[in-house]
């Protein structure tokens, strides 16, 4: 049975650090499984936001943050690439916490790396992370990575 790491990212400092984490982790144990899954959820959020309605501006909007989501996915990709290591790359659209669950869940994942934003205490209780929230949900070990 192969292990399967699921990398979360959104393509910042943090998501980065949190792919270095991986190449190390992959140094001591190379056969793993390493899946990068980069999650948008502004396109769930616009279409609720009446001024963005209209199909053709919606549809612009999609397009924009697609392809900002396949940067944050290339973005940490190149991490394991410079390497030479070999990962799949996935993006998806959706609540972040969620979907990185349940694709998770879906594919057998048996340990999930995500990157910490950092937020203080006050911040984080207030507003939520997705790490937190990954943590809470999710049915297999999470390391989050500062």
Known sequence: MQYKLLLAS????????????????????????????????????????????????????????????REALE?????FE?????VDGVTKVGNPARVIVDYARDEDVNHIVIGSRGLGSLKGIVLGSVSSKVIQLAGCPVTVVK
């Open 10 to 69: 959104d393509g910042s400092d943090n998501a980065v650090r949190a792919a270095e984490f991986v190449v190390e982790l992959l140094a001591a144990a190379p056969a793993i499984k390493v899946t990068v899954l980069a999650v948008n959820d502004i396109i769930e959020k616009m279409k609720y936001y009446s001024p963005l309605r209209s199909p053709v501006v919606l549809e612009e909007v999609e397009i924009f943050f697609k392809e900002k989501t």
């Open 75 to 79: 973005t940490t990709m190149e991490v």
């Open 82 to 86: 410079k390497q030479g290591i070999k």
